[in-house]
């Protein structure tokens, strides 16, 4: 498990952005800053990519360089995910993409996650990103998975999130039974009783968008 917060670096500052109240109140800022996440992780996932030889023509002379060998596919969970999932596409810019409208039904005793929406490429063989900003119960991103595997199966999941409680990543871990790496921003320390992350940043949909009716 990859945690981007263990280093210090120029992350700390868009993390520390997104769970500010005061900054949160610049809507485009958040989202910058989700994107910003998206690219940094990017970069960090690429590193563990497969590359190829490629031969490049500068002006001046022929050169060998290593690319990747192939660009992953990135889904994007709606609707928090879009500027996080942009940043990944800035970087992945020839990926494919696909995209799954997931909500929780919150009733007293229980969380139940509801997907309205999914469409994705075949994915057979193929690395997958699952880009989604919070990972707080994991039930979302297991119902998301199991429903991508109609699609075909990739040959590893990369489940990425900007933060995420250790609940979830223990529900992860016992869920999944095909190759994975989990990516995160921040790991948080624990979800309160409502499953929200703490103390993590409050709604990422809302704040990136505007509270819903």
Same mark, same amino acid.
């Given at each position: ?23 949160? #109140? ?6 910058? @800053? ?6 940094? /992780? ?8 497969? +590359? ?9 002379? #022929?050169?060998?360089?290593?690319? !990747?060998?192939?660009?992953? =596919?990135? =889904?994007? =969970?709606?609707?928090?995910?879009? !500027?996080?999932?942009?940043? *990944? /596409? ?23 996650? @509801? ?25 979302? *991103?297991? #119902? ?24 979830? =990543?223990?529900? /992860? ?16 320390? #624990?979800? @309160?009783?409502?499953? +929200?992350?703490? !103390? ?14």
């Amino acid at each position: 498990m990859f945690i981007l917060s263990n280093q210090n670096s120029i992350a700390n500052q868009f993390l520390a952005e997104l769970r500010d109240l005061n900054t949160q #109140k610049d809507r485009m800022r958040f989202r910058k @800053n989700l994107e910003r996440l998206g690219e940094i /992780l990017a970069y960090e996932i690429s590193k563990s990519m497969e +590359y190829k030889s490629h031969e490049v023509e500068t002006p001046l002379a #022929k050169m060998t360089v290593e690319i !990747p060998k192939r660009q992953p =596919v990135i =889904v994007a =969970v709606l609707r928090a995910s879009l !500027p996080f999932y942009q940043g *990944f /596409l800035n970087f992945f810019d020839q990926a494919e993409s696909g995209f799954i409208g997931a909500f929780r039904e919150e009733k007293s005793d229980s969380i139940t996650i @509801n997907l309205g929406y999914h469409a994705s490429p075949d994915l057979t063989g193929k690395e997958l990103i699952l880009a989604d900003p919070m990972l707080a119960t994991g039930k979302s *991103f297991i #119902k998301s998975i199991e429903t991508l595997l109609t699609h075909g199966k990739p040959s590893i999941i990369h489940v990425a999130a900007a933060f995420a409680a250790p609940e979830g =990543v223990e529900y /992860l871990k016992s869920q999944l039974n095909i190759p994975y790496k989990i990516w995160l921003g921040a790991l948080d320390q #624990k979800l @309160n009783q409502h499953s +929200y992350i703490v !103390p993590g940043l409050g709604d990422a949909g809302d704040l990136a968008f505007g509270e819903k009716i």
